[in-house]
């Protein structure tokens, strides 16, 4: 038997993760002095809160290797394949590979590097997650998965820099002029790492629609699956809106909503939207 995981950071719906038998594996997310489990204990609403009484931002931290290999004693397999955010973005990944090298399962527990965050990272879950249901062995999991890794289209639209200033990840100036001229930063997952793309102005119903409208082209020769909206806390009506405008689009069986988690939510703050989909070679 296989046993797909990934940890936190794939911000996969409860539904999702019941549906493909999916394992997770939370991150710490640090207020202060308090220290809570991404997905357990922790939900977004209290890391806004308390990031805005503080002007503070929370910090996270990867699972250690001892929490990696508890939780892997809790399933009865063969092999296991283990999604992690980005290598580049957290020790997630190096910290799963000692985890194998300290169970000498080096042979029997895959680590994939996703080079990627949130339902980027989803995306690739569900795929592999769907080969295993279907009998494939683990090793032609990985490969699969590896080819079709480069494919995945993750970006998303910032309501606001103050959380990205607050982690560091914007100058101060930057998030001064972007937040006075409600500037939004298009920021694109590309080769592991996050970089700015564009740049919108206005509200956000009409931000997010130029921003969704900018990847048509792609959109319209996406693998037909599935594509995620995922999001840090906007409204009913922003996510209706764009809903209705990939459904427009006839691409796709699925499209499927998501809320960010704490970890994912703690660097990007309310109001971020992205839509994420594979590309079809």
Not at 24 to 37: A, D, F, K, T
Not at 178 to 194: E, F, S, T, W, Y
Not at 211 to 225: I, N, P, R, W
Not at 228 to 256: P, Q
Request: glycine share 8%; proline share 4%; hydrophobic share 40%.
């Amino acid at each position: 038997m296989i046993k797909i995981l990934s940890d936190s950071t794939c911000d996969l719906s409860p539904e999702l993760i019941q549906k493909y038998d999916i394992g997770i594996i939370p991150l710490y997310v640090r207020l202060g002095e308090n220290e809570y489990l991404d997905g357990v204990n922790i939900t977004p609403a209290d890391i806004y809160k308390w990031s805005d009484e503080t002007e503070k931002t929370p910090s996270t931290a990867a699972p250690s290797v001892s929490d990696i290999i508890n939780i892997l004693h809790k399933y009865d397999a063969d092999d296991f394949i283990i999604f992690t955010i980005s290598a580049s973005m957290s020790s997630c990944y190096s910290n799963c590979m000692l985890a194998a090298e300290e169970l000498t399962m080096e042979d029997h527990i895959h680590v994939i590097d996703s080079k990627n965050l949130s339902t980027g990272i989803g995306l690739l879950v569900i795929e592999a997650a769907q080969k295993a249901e279907q009998g494939e062995s683990a090793t032609a999991i990985v490969d699969y998965i590896e080819k079709l890794r480069p494919n995945v289209r993750a970006s998303f639209v910032v309501d606001t820099l103050t959380y990205l200033y607050r982690g560091g990840r914007c100058s101060g100036v930057a998030a001064y002029f972007g937040n006075a001229l409600k500037l939004q930063p298009r920021i694109a997952v590309v080769d592991g790492g996050m970089r700015p793309e564009n740049k919108y102005r206005g509200l956000p119903r009409k931000y997010i629609n130029d921003y969704v409208k900018d990847m048509e082209e792609a959109l319209k020769s996406a693998k037909k699956e599935r594509v995620f909206i995922t999001h840090s806390g906007c409204s009913k009506e922003l996510v209706t809106m764009v809903r209705l405008y990939l459904a427009g689009l006839g691409r796709f069986d699925e499209i499927i909503e998501t809320r960010a988690g704490s970890v994912i939510s703690s660097h990007c703050g309310p109001g971020t939207l992205g839509v994420l989909f594979i590309n079809e070679e």
